[in-house]
């Protein structure tokens, strides 16, 4: 699981660039054993190492995206195999506020405890102000109302492999609890008219599926993944809102020469019922199509789609071109041409453990002008 962190901010200047680069290279720090280099086991008839490598870092973080404006804060985690065959796990914990006054604390992990198992949890705290612009992938921007949402969210999925190293499958549950607060008199979120706006608290259980091939969950030179998932919010566990949310995302990386690498992204996503409306697919963002606000449109059913060239420049800089595209609909037969989002863009990158979490840097343009995102972790 890569570093997200969900704010973003104005320019970041060369300086405080520069400064966030020399902290992450003086306080990245590998343990006495070997540090991680990839994210590959070794064969089964490997001999073992005589105690698993691991690496952890911990560094002040700055970030930008036009949802967040200037953001600050920290991070900290830790990369390690449990057995020198298996996959490297990670557990990072990130406490961050914006210049918007949005204040998020998250803890998440991925653990491969055996060759029979993976363990993918998070909990996350945030307190948001935000903007809401309707539903539908028409909504004007004159119809912009801010709000702020509060919310607690968990998430626990334990899989179990179907083909070792490959294809894992197994429960998942989720629980949130979300107030709003600072709606717009005469507003729509004050119309009382949409699901959740007087608050909730609702429990999920439902099912994934994961496939994996790629040779590093970070920095992904080759293979690829699919992630399917959804989630069914019944009603029966004292919750007054039933819905249902799923998901289908697939990567594919692709080498092309001197470390050059093609990234290919799809994400499908769907809400059916009483969504609360944060939980509706929203099109932008720093992961899903870089160029737009995130949220900017939101509907029930979303596509995207992204392509990326990766490749290296000196040391532990890198670079990279990307473009994609991306709509909203009511329902799956309500797509139109007329209303899909293209965006395109370029960034850097630095490179700040051996295992390939990166500092990025990218400027995104979309239909409504360009927009910076200074973050942890690629985009996919």
Request: aromatic residues 12%; charged residues 20%; neutral net charge.
């Amino acid at each position: 699981m890569s570093a997200t962190l969900h704010p973003r901010t104005p320019p970041v200047s060369a300086a405080t660039f520069a400064a966030l680069l020399a902290v992450g290279m003086t306080l990245t720090a590998p343990s006495a054993a070997r540090p991680v280099e990839d994210d590959r086991a070794t064969s089964p008839g490997a001999a073992a190492a005589p105690s698993p490598p691991s690496s952890w870092f911990a560094i002040p973080v700055a970030f930008y995206m036009p949802e967040t404006r200037l953001g600050l804060g920290a991070m900290g985690g830790v990369h390690f195999r449990f057995e020198p065959a298996l996959q490297v796990s990670d557990v990072q914990v990130v406490g961050t506020g914006t210049a918007r006054h949005q204040a998020l604390f998250a803890l998440q992990t991925q653990l491969f405890p055996s060759s029979a198992m993976a363990i993918g949890g998070s909990l996350r705290l945030s307190r948001y102000p935000d903007v809401f612009y309707g539903v539908g992938d028409d909504t004007p921007r004159s119809a912009r109302e801010g709000f702020t949402s509060a919310s607690f969210e968990a998430q626990l999925a334990p899989e179990w492999y179907l083909i070792p190293g490959r294809l894992r499958s197994g429960p998942r549950a989720w629980f949130r609890q979300e107030s709003f607060r600072d709606l717009v008199p005469g507003g729509l979120l004050a119309s009382g008219t949409m699901a959740g706006l007087g608050g909730y608290a609702s429990t999920g259980l439902g099912w994934s599926l994961t496939w994996d091939t790629r040779d590093n969950r970070f920095a992904p030179g080759s293979g690829n993944s699919v992630e399917a998932w959804y989630l069914l919010s019944p009603g029966v566990f004292g919750d007054r809102l039933r819905f249902g949310r799923g998901a289908l995302d697939a990567r594919q990386f692709l080498p092309l020469w001197r470390a050059v690498v093609l990234g290919l992204a799809g994400h499908f996503e769907l809400a059916h019922g009483d969504v609360p409306v944060t939980l509706l697919p929203r099109l932008g963002g720093d992961r899903n199509l870089r160029g737009y606000y995130e949220g900017r449109w939101r509907d029930h059913v979303l596509y995207s789609g992204q392509a990326e060239i990766r490749f290296p420049v000196a040391g532990r800089f890198g670079a990279a071109l990307f473009a994609g595209l991306s709509d909203v609909a009511h329902r799956l037969s309500g797509f139109e041409s007329r209303t899909i989002r293209p965006a395109a863009g370029a960034g850097l990158r630095y490179r700040l453990t051996d295992d390939g979490l990166n500092v990025r840097l990218d400027v995104g343009a979309g239909q409504d002008g360009a927009n910076l995102y200074f973050n942890l972790g690629e985009a996919f």
